[in-house]
């Protein structure tokens, strides 16, 4: 007979342990297995003693818990979703660590999927996450079908972007794209007098890009100036031969305005191979955190998004959605924060900046 302080090894199996059970832990502890469930839902009127016998056996059996069966009781899975469009990009990896140091007790594990910008990639996480009741969902949309579902049933928070299907159902945390995008427009036209002033952008199927891009737009309509652009464009290899093309045809000194920071590389290596310099030539700003840009030995001149800042809106909305499902959508707008560095020339570099990038081969 099984009791206090000897082991009953659970049984082997294709070479895998059992998972020890709760009968397991009151088997080892000579308690009932209903004390045992008061002891781990720490629940009152248990002793002492009988609570440190059953939590030395926890212990011993390296017992960890069945968190379906803890979610048929509480009705919450522990898990909160997050699916962002591509895990590779570093905007991407600091949202997705500010999130992940503001989860609750309630909440306390990170499910992430990367979408890679795909709408059947994304359905895929979609259907997983609703199948493991997920106590919240966090998504940086590309187009789901099943994205209302997933807001009808999980509270959600739509995040960076949005999609015709969820505006005005679900609660959105959206950084200012287009007054960030005018702010570094007008910076180049008005602060540097510059007349030309190039974009390259990204997928203007996605909102932020195009709120992004309509800012570019916007002034350079003000100012009776002519616009360039290069779009469309999703790898930094695809951006610079864009730009590339573009730039050919303006005469320095010009602008550059990129809308992330996969164009911002792209514009880079275009501007290498033509052989012009920064910002003598060509004046360049940005939206991204790019940091700083080592390679180059260049400081972006940038709108950041404040990710620690997105992360707290983004997980206040989502306890509140939680507490009270009735809530009508919120929408919640989170302005970028400029910097100005050595790219438009604002801040004086120091010494000579290496000029790197890959571009396909030119035109024969």
Not at 8 to 31: K, M, Y
Not at 119 to 145: K, M, N, S
Request: hydrophobic share 40%; glycine share 8%.
């Amino acid at each position: 007979m099984t009791g206090p302080g000897r082991d009953r090894p659970p049984v082997e199996r294709a070479g895998l342990r059992r998972p020890p059970r709760l009968l397991d832990v009151a088997a080892h502890a000579g308690v009932s297995a209903k004390t045992v469930s008061r002891v781990l839902n720490d629940e009152a009127y248990v002793k002492a003693d009988m609570r440190e016998r059953v939590l030395a056996s926890v212990r011993a059996l390296g017992y960890v818990g069945d968190a379906a069966a803890i979610g048929l009781r509480t009705r919450r899975s522990g898990f909160v979703g997050l699916i962002i469009p591509d895990v590779r990009n570093g905007f991407f990896g600091l949202l997705t660590r500010a999130i992940e140091e503001r989860l609750t007790e309630a909440s306390p594990a990170l499910l992430l999927g990367d979408s890679d910008e795909d709408v059947d990639q994304e359905e895929r996480y979609l259907r997983l996450f609703r199948q493991q009741r997920v106590d919240g969902l966090i998504v940086l949309p590309c187009g789901a079908p099943s994205l209302p579902d997933a807001v009808s049933e999980i509270p959600t928070v739509v995040l960076d972007r949005t999609v015709p299907s969820v505006r005005g159902i679900a609660d959105h945390v959206l950084p200012a794209n287009r007054r960030a995008a005018e702010a570094l427009v007008s910076h180049m036209v008005q602060h540097h007098r510059l007349e030309r002033v190039a974009l390259v952008a990204g997928d203007r199927s996605l909102s932020n890009v195009r709120d992004r891009q309509d800012g570019y737009r916007r002034v350079l309509r003000a100012a009776g100036l002519a616009t360039h652009v290069s779009d469309g464009h999703t790898t930094p290899d695809d951006a610079a031969a864009g730009a590339y093309a573009l730039f050919s045809t303006l005469e320095p000194p010009f602008g550059v305005f990129t809308t992330n920071n996969r164009m911002f590389w792209g514009a880079l290596a275009a501007i290498e191979r033509l052989g012009l310099t920064i910002p003598r030539d060509v004046v360049v700003t940005t939206i991204d955190s790019i940091g700083e840009a080592t390679v180059t030995g260049l400081r972006p001149t940038q709108a950041v998004v404040p990710v620690a800042t997105v992360a707290a809106r983004t997980m206040q909305l989502l306890a509140e959605r939680t507490r009270d499902p009735s809530l009508p959508p919120r929408r919640v707008t989170v302005d970028l924060d400029l910097e100005h560095g050595t790219t438009c020339g604002c801040v004086p570099l120091t010494g000579s900046p290496l000029m790197v990038g890959s571009m396909p081969p030119g035109p024969a």
